[in-house]
């Protein structure tokens, strides 16, 4: 069971039972009911210095969207972490969990005047801008409250990171930023405005991206901008390069080590005088989190043998969406035959798959399986679709379990009740 480890290293079996952090998955199960997400809070510590010892100038802002439990944020915040985010929930939750203002960058494309005041009023570290209209309405704002705001200009070096087309970013395509070959003159542009001052460049080139070499495309063409920009006297205090690394998902997936990530990018940012700042989300959370759920009938259909589990695509929409690929293991092992099957949740939509055609242990009424890989842009993408409550959230860490959100129940779906 060594692929295990290369998931979590604080994934294993003991006496064929699935522990993480030392506590038993079928036991939480029991206790906690299902679906029910486990986080490792020393995986989490391990991803975030990993960033911090590759990058050690750096500063490290988590990518809120990919796991907005309060505790994780509160947790990361005392490692140390500043925060990305891209709503004005997302700027309420990092202040809340205790991520300094001086260390959050705020990203979207479409920010409101309610969410730039806010920001603007919590005098965050920077706004990265998509659109000109966007500048005019930060001065606007800043002008009435009397602020002057920080911002960086995202760019869009338009490279492809060969990830899947939803979470590619960086391409011309894409909505987000603005085109790196305009950038110089809407730099020009902003610094027209009194209450704003550009303080750097900006850019994400997408997600999950297992082959590293995109971004040194991408940071060629940010690093041949900034000296440009410096050229022409802007004063780029920050160089953001976004998040993105991949994760394991699949069993043949290797995943890449921020230190490769830094090695990489080191040639080209040498002469670069600016504070670098990374986004990471997926690759901090991806793998601190599994998802228990437990298996409600099996049935045989034509040459189709079903697993009918009771975590569906509101809990956890990636298969769904992106067709994504997520390990799924027994929570005990026991000496049975392995079938191939679909693992399907309860929702009413085809769509509505873990796993298809997947080699798996037979399953019985009652089994426990745990889905791996689903820290990040798991719980963070449910929903309520067909009424369902979202799943509890816990954190263990050595041995200690910690309830981290409470299961919904129906009456707060319905609020205001009938
Ligand atoms: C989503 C996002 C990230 C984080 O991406 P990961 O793939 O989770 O690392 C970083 N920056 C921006 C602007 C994002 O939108």
Do not use: W
């Not at 705020?106 to 730039?116: D, I, R, S």
């Amino acid at each position: 069971m060594e692929l295990l480890k290369e998931y979590n290293p604080y994934l294993e079996y003991r006496n064929e039972e699935l522990f993480l952090e030392g506590v038993s998955l079928r036991e939480l199960a029991k206790e906690y009911g299902t679906p029910l997400y486990v986080y490792s809070a020393n995986y989490i510590k391990d991803r975030f210095n990993a960033y911090r010892e590759a990058f050690p100038d750096a500063l490290i802002c988590y990518a809120v969207k990919a796991n907005f439990n309060p505790h994780i944020v509160k947790y990361l915040a005392q490692l140390g972490a500043g925060a990305d985010i891209v709503s004005g929930g997302e700027l309420y939750l990092a202040l809340k969990a205790g991520i300094p203002a001086e260390k959050i960058v705020y990203a979207g494309v479409g920010k409101t005047e309610k969410e730039l005041t806010d920001a603007i009023n919590a005098e965050i570290l920077m706004f990265n801008v998509e659109s000109r209209q966007e500048i005019e309405v930060l001065n606007e704002i800043a002008e009435r409250l009397g602020k002057k705001v920080r911002i960086a200009i995202r760019v869009n070096p338009d490279v492809d990171p060969k990830t899947h087309p939803y979470i590619a970013t960086g391409m011309q395509k894409s909505k987000f930023g603005i085109d790196i070959r305009e950038a110089e003159k809407e730099y020009e542009y902003a610094s027209k405005f009194k209450n704003i001052e550009i303080v750097g460049i900006h850019c994400h080139i997408g997600s999950q991206i297992l082959d590293i070499s995109p971004y040194r495309e991408a940071i060629e063409k940010v690093v041949d901008l900034y000296e440009k920009l410096v050229s022409k006297g802007f004063d780029i205090k920050y160089l953001d390069i976004g998040g993105g690394l991949g994760i394991k998902y699949k069993p043949e997936d290797k995943e890449p080590k921020p230190v490769e990530l830094a090695d990489l990018i080191r040639p080209y940012i040498e002469k670069v005088k600016a504070k670098l700042i990374l986004e990471p989300g997926r690759s901090i959370l991806g793998n601190a989190g599994i998802l228990i759920t437990q298996v409600q009938f099996t049935k045989d259909k034509g040459n189709k043998h079903f697993i009918i589990v009771d975590a569906g695509m509101n809990d956890l929409v990636r298969p769904s969406i992106y067709n994504a690929y997520h390990h799924i293991v027994p929570a005990a092992v026991y000496e049975r035959e392995s079938v191939k099957a679909d693992i399907v949740g309860p929702i009413c939509e085809t769509g509505d798959f873990l796993a298809s055609d997947r080699e798996i242990q037979k399953s019985v009424r009652g089994d426990y399986l745990v889905v791996l890989s689903v820290g990040a842009y798991g719980f963070a993408m449910a929903s309520h679709y067909n009424m369902r409550p979202r799943a509890s959230e816990i954190m263990v860490e050595n041995g200690d379990i910690k309830l981290i959100r409470n299961r919904e129940n129906y009456e707060y779906i319905i609020e205001p009740s009938l």
